[in-house]
C-alpha cells in the first residue's frame, strides 16, 4: 500500500471511523438479503419504508415461499421493477427452504446461486452477516474509485477486483460503508462538493 492509499484511508477513518451500520434495516440474515434485492435501483430510504411493513406481514421465509406473487408484488411496488424482485424474493426463499435449511449461506458461489443473488448481494451478506472481508460496489463505490484513481473500470466485478488489489483486506468491508457516506454527503454524482471535501488535495478528480 502506497503513502497516499495510507493516508486516504486514515482521513475515512477519522471521519467516518470503521463501526459504521448498514443502511439497510434487518433483524435476520434474510431480511438483509430481501431488501437488499429490493434495493436495487431503489434508494435504501425507501426500501426500509417497505421492508418495516413487509417482514410484520411476513414474518419468516416460509412465509415468502407460499406468498401470492400478484400480492407480493404489490407489497414491494414502491421499490420499482416489482415483477422481477418479487418473483426473485419468493424463489430465493423457496431456495433456501430447499437447499439450506432456512438460512443464508455463507459463501460467494452459495449466494451467487440464488435467485436474483449478484456480487454486490453477496458481499452485502458476507461483509454484515458473516464478517467476511468482501467489497460491495454499488455505484457511489464505482464513483468515488475511480474520481480517487484506484480504478479506470466502470464494470462493478473489474472495480471490486482492483480494489481488492490496492486496499488492504482488514479495510476492505470499512472501505463500502465510508466511500457510500462520502458518495451521499460530498463526492456526489453531480455537482460534487470538492471545496468541502477532506479528500480534496489527494483527488485527481476534484474540481476546486
Same mark, same amino acid.
Given at each position: 500500500?502506497?503513502?497516499?492509499?495510507?493516508?486516504?484511508?486514515?482521513?475515512?477513518?477519522?471521519?467516518?471511523?470503521?463501526?459504521?451500520?448498514?443502511?439497510?434495516?434487518?433483524?435476520?440474515?434474510?431480511?438483509?438479503?430481501?431488501?437488499?434485492?429490493?434495493?436495487?435501483?431503489?434508494?435504501?430510504?425507501?426500501?426500509?419504508?417497505?421492508?418495516?411493513?413487509?417482514?410484520?406481514?411476513?414474518?419468516?421465509?416460509?412465509?415468502?415461499?407460499?406468498?401470492?406473487?400478484?400480492?407480493?408484488?404489490?407489497?414491494?411496488? /414502491?421499490? &420499482?421493477?416489482?415483477?422481477?424482485? *418479487?418473483?426473485?424474493? #419468493?424463489?430465493?426463499?423457496?431456495? +433456501?427452504? @430447499?437447499?439450506? %435449511?432456512?438460512?443464508?449461506?455463507?459463501?460467494?458461489?452459495?449466494?451467487?446461486?440464488?435467485?436474483?443473488?449478484?456480487?454486490?448481494?453477496?458481499?452485502?451478506?458476507?461483509?454484515?452477516?458473516?464478517?467476511?472481508?468482501?467489497?460491495?460496489?454499488?455505484?457511489?463505490?464505482?464513483?468515488?474509485?475511480?474520481?480517487?484513481?484506484?480504478?479506470?473500470?466502470?464494470?462493478?466485478?473489474?472495480?471490486?477486483?482492483?480494489?481488492?488489489?490496492?486496499?488492504?483486506?482488514?479495510?476492505?468491508?470499512?472501505?463500502?460503508?465510508?466511500?457510500? /457516506?462520502? &458518495?451521499?454527503?460530498?463526492?456526489? *454524482?453531480?455537482?460534487? #462538493?470538492?471545496?468541502?471535501?477532506? +479528500?480534496? @488535495?489527494?483527488? %485527481?478528480?476534484?474540481?476546486?
Amino acid at each position: 500500500m502506497n503513502k497516499r492509499t495510507e493516508e486516504i484511508l486514515r482521513r475515512l477513518d477519522e471521519v467516518y471511523g470503521r463501526d459504521i451500520p448498514c443502511y439497510l434495516h434487518y433483524d435476520t440474515p434474510w431480511q438483509l438479503l430481501f431488501s437488499t434485492i429490493m434495493s436495487a435501483q431503489c434508494t435504501d430510504k425507501k426500501v426500509n419504508e417497505v421492508a418495516e411493513k413487509l417482514y410484520k406481514k411476513y414474518p419468516t421465509v416460509q412465509a415468502f415461499a407460499d406468498a401470492d406473487l400478484s400480492e407480493l408484488e404489490e407489497d414491494i411496488h /414502491a421499490t &420499482g421493477f416489482y415483477h422481477n424482485k *418479487a418473483k426473485n424474493i #419468493k424463489a430465493c426463499a423457496r431456495r +433456501l427452504l @430447499d437447499d439450506y %435449511g432456512g438460512e443464508v449461506p455463507r459463501t460467494i458461489e452459495e449466494l451467487t446461486s440464488l435467485p436474483g443473488v449478484g456480487r454486490k448481494t453477496a458481499n452485502v451478506i458476507r461483509g454484515n452477516i458473516y464478517h467476511d472481508p468482501s467489497i460491495v460496489v454499488d455505484t457511489h463505490v464505482g464513483r468515488i474509485s475511480r474520481r480517487l484513481g484506484f480504478t479506470e473500470e466502470k464494470d462493478p466485478a473489474k472495480v471490486e477486483g482492483d480494489l481488492m488489489k490496492k486496499i488492504p483486506r482488514e479495510h476492505w468491508i470499512a472501505i463500502n460503508i465510508q466511500f457510500i /457516506a462520502l &458518495g451521499r454527503s460530498i463526492c456526489t *454524482a453531480r455537482s460534487p #462538493k470538492c471545496q468541502e471535501c477532506f +479528500l480534496s @488535495d489527494l483527488c %485527481g478528480s476534484c474540481e476546486l
